[in-house]
């Protein structure tokens, strides 16, 4: 049984956690060896939306929705970790329900840890692990939870969820790799950012006084960076840029997650200049990838493509293998039916056609997915080395332009004494 209880520790602090025991005797020996002085316990009543609904008042219960949503949004990794030692327990020869006990007592995240606490209650029920996991959709993608189930009607949970585990840590790396790519140019820009206007608020005007004093015609270009300076320094001007870039941001956002807006936003995706090569690159990987180790572990063929569907996230290449999903269904060899659509290229197209012939699908799925892995962190290396020093540049000029511009009438002043 799972008991939720607050303590004291031995320094007077206040913790609240999840823990599995047999008893509430139990519980509170095994908090009282880890040194926690037990203030209330009770049995856990699980994961209730009726509950949540009733707690505490509007604000308090909106704090815990946003903290819990974006707990959950992190959990990605949790769920690799998760799913290794899962696989580790299983493939030791333990039991499903004693592996989940041993598991939930090492989960650090606190939203994560009543999830799984929730999947071992309704597994001691008599549910299957695919529906535990399916009634927490939010975290467990349909990928994962198809997979679940066609390893327990095949016998092969302990392998498929050594599969799911390799899976989401190759995400969670390629997921890794991308971030570190983009915080460092973006911490450049912002950096840039904050200087530029720290010199067009703080030293420009400073600078402007004294222009005004001399009481002569300044260049075009000192005109033009105390005109800008000016209009940064006036509240007048900012407060309403400001909050009307905040208006634009909220609209923009609202209208893209409309049809006709994340539409707009799919297609300007696949035709961006820079950012489409590498777009394109990561629904291939996507898409083969997980479809190949979908056939791998005996999924429907066109199953396969329902759930490879969602995990692209793209409505114009959602559209295109709803497409190829029909053709198959109606006869068509995949090779054939993924010719007809635009979001492969012709080499994977020659594989994937290869793959078919010699029935190997799966396998060959798989291998273009690994190539396209590795092409993904030297696009990744590429575009890092080229955004860095552009960043770079651009902060040179635009400073040496203001400075420039500041010193010309001293230059000028200087030539006339």
Known sequence: MVYEYQALTRKGSKVSDLIDAPSE??????????????????????????????????????????????????????????????STLLNAGMPLLVAMTDIIDQIENKHFKRIIVDIKEKLEEGSSLSNCLARHSNVF??????????????????????????????????????????????????????????????????????????????????????????????????????TAIIVIIYMLNRYIKTPEGKKKADELKLKLPVIRTFYKKIIILNFT?????????????????????????NIIIEKQIEEVAKKVKEGSSVSNALSKSEFLPKLVLGMINAGES??????????????????????????????????????GVVMALIIVSVLLPIFEMNLMV
């Open 141 to 242: 993608s349909d990928m994962y939870i198809n997979m679940v189930r066609v390893g327990e009607n095949m016998g092969s949970l302990d392998q498929v969820i050594e599969r799911l585990a390799e899976l989401q840590e190759k995400k969670n790396v390629l997921k890794s790799k991308v971030q570190s790519a983009l915080y460092y140019p973006a911490f450049l820009s912002l950096f840039a950012f904050a200087v530029i206007i720290f010199l067009m608020v703080s030293a420009v005007p400073a600078l402007a006084r004294i222009f005004a004093d001399m009481g002569r015609e300044l260049p075009l270009p000192t005109k033009i960076v105390l005109w800008v300076s000016g209009l940064l320094t006036n509240l007048y001007f900012t407060v309403p840029f400001i």
């Open 25 to 86: 005797l139990s519980a509170k020996q095994k908090l009282k060896s880890k040194g926690l002085y037990v203030v209330r316990i009770a049995r856990h009543e699980g994961i209730s939306k009726d509950k949540e609904t009733s707690k505490n008042g509007s604000i308090n219960r909106l704090f815990t929705k946003a903290q819990e949503y974006f707990s959950l949004k992190l959990s990605s990794k949790q769920i690799g970790i998760f799913s290794r030692q899962l």
């Open 289 to 313: 990838q997980n479809m190949g180790i979908l056939l791998n572990n005996r999924v429907d063929i066109l199953k396969s493509f329902e759930i490879v569907k969602k995990i692209v996230r």
């Open 358 to 395: 010699s029935d190997q699908l799966d396998a060959m799925l798989i291998k273009i997915g690994n190539v396209y892995e590795t092409e993904m962190d030297m696009t990744l290396s590429g575009l890092t080395s080229l955004i860095e020093p552009v960043i770079i540049l651009f902060l």
